[in-house]
């Protein structure tokens, strides 16, 4: 029989620093930015579970959600309202990043289920940064990024006639808008000292060079070199924008572009 997946979402507050204790203060706010705050900072997270498994042929389910929130209740119980590096044992010795806090909650609830899988978990630190692990040994990040771009979709291949029945509106000779939203995924294993996959300073700087400096408040067709030969439909844009980042980005894994909130593309690198 085919598997089924259930996904299940909670929610929960806590405090973190990003500190190592025997760097200097210049040395912590270098490699963590404002995260290194010893006072602390917090976030409202949002914890996606998914499980999956066959469907019962009695009951019709995978599994009951009540034992899914009774397994993640107890996890969850241990952190929530809590300053991580202060009041939790594993925090106390692990930097809780965002990397990190996924990999500990995948550790704490994989195999608490019986005849079911555990296949992904999803942390959601905020809007612009979450991380996710599977069953495989890589922990992914996504950081999000906002630009805004006009674009004609228009294809030389085609005829002009073609082009208006194939993209309508969007063929607009002077061109149309969006507010684009990227996202960004790098995987790996946290570093064991900082708990990071890959510093986030430094992957906003390469992408802000690399993609939004050079997109934001631009017609795409005609300020950038990028398209200039190439039909910049939302598909080739997150080809594109894959290519440009992976030689500068090694642990680049996906990318994910929302031109809409109804229209999204990815591309693998």
Known sequence: MSLAYITRKIHFSAAHSYRVSNWSEDENIQVFGLCSNSNGHGHDYELELTIRGEIDEK???VINVVEIDKVIKQVIDEIDGKFLNKEHPYFIEHIPTTENLTTYLWNRIDGSF?????????????????????????????????????????????????NKELFGKCNNPHGHGHNYYLDVSVGGEPDPITGM???????????????????????LNLDTEDYKEMNPTGEVMAMVICNLLKSN?????????????????????
């Open 59 to 61: 009951s019709g389910i």
């Open 249 to 269: 980005i090694p642990k680049l894994h996906r990318i994910g572009l929302w031109e809409t909130k109804k229209n999204y593309f990815e591309y693998f690198a």
């Open 114 to 162: 019986t005849n079911v899988e555990l296949f992904r978990i999803r942390v959601l630190e905020n809007h612009y940064l979450q991380s996710e692990k599977g069953r495989g040994p890589l922990v992914y990040l996504t950081r999000q990024y906002h630009f805004c771009s006009a674009h004609r979709l228009h294809s030389d291949h085609l005829s002009e006639e073609e």
């Open 197 to 219: 996959i890959m510093n986030l300073a430094e992957l906003d700087q390469i992408v802000n060079t690399v993609i939004i400096n050079k997109y934001d408040h631009k017609h």
